[in-house]
């Protein structure tokens, strides 16, 4: 009796898992717990936004993360906490033409309960950027400050 207990708890476990999803999406509009997104289908350079928006509902509590690369996995994985979740800046003052990237993850009835902010940095003009920034918070003139760029 006991090995079909534990087998049917794993059965579940693994089904629970299977349900959830988890993809790189381009936001367009937050309305209330509402999130107007374009699904991005396909793998890297082949990669290609969706013709048709889908909205969906957003989970009460929701997780709202920045993202993070992780060289192990070669994924983005959540970081830390955005304060004021949907509220913050970055989610009210989207550009509907532009968008902002995300990666969501719906539960089994399709409501958002995480939004990774932020994926694919912009290549090296981002890069330059915000090295740029960093130079000037530092006081030098464009570079960053980096161990070696005394």
Same mark, same amino acid.
């Given at each position: 009796m006991k090995k079909f207990v534990v087998a049917m708890v794993c059965s579940v476990a693994a089904v629970g898992f299977v349900l959830a999803d988890e993809f790189a999406a381009n936001v367009t509009n937050i309305e209330g717990n509402k999130i107007t997104y374009y699904k991005y289908e396909g793998e890297k350079k082949d990669k290609k936004k969706a013709e048709k928006a889908t909205t969906a509902e957003v989970s009460k509590d929701v997780k709202v993360v920045k993202g993070k690369f992780d060289a192990d996995t070669k994924k983005v994985v959540a970081g830390d906490p955005i304060e004021g979740g949907l #509220?913050?800046?970055q989610f009210t003052n989207i550009d509907k033409d532009k968008g902002t990237n995300v990666t969501l993850t719906t539960d089994d009835k399709g409501v958002v309960t995480q939004i990774? @902010?932020?994926f694919? *940095?912009? *290549? #090296? @003009? @981002?890069g330059k950027a915000a090295g740029k920034a960093a130079g000037k918070a530092a006081g030098k003139k464009g #570079? @960053?400050?980096?161990?070696g760029n005394d």
């Amino acid at each position: 009796m006991k090995k079909f207990v534990v087998a049917m708890v794993c059965s579940v476990a693994a089904v629970g898992f299977v349900l959830a999803d988890e993809f790189a999406a381009n936001v367009t509009n937050i309305e209330g717990n509402k999130i107007t997104y374009y699904k991005y289908e396909g793998e890297k350079k082949d990669k290609k936004k969706a013709e048709k928006a889908t909205t969906a509902e957003v989970s009460k509590d929701v997780k709202v993360v920045k993202g993070k690369f992780d060289a192990d996995t070669k994924k983005v994985v959540a970081g830390d906490p955005i304060e004021g979740g949907l #509220k913050s800046e970055q989610f009210t003052n989207i550009d509907k033409d532009k968008g902002t990237n995300v990666t969501l993850t719906t539960d089994d009835k399709g409501v958002v309960t995480q939004i990774i @902010a932020g994926f694919g *940095g912009g *290549g #090296k @003009a @981002a890069g330059k950027a915000a090295g740029k920034a960093a130079g000037k918070a530092a006081g030098k003139k464009g #570079k @960053a400050a980096l161990p070696g760029n005394d």
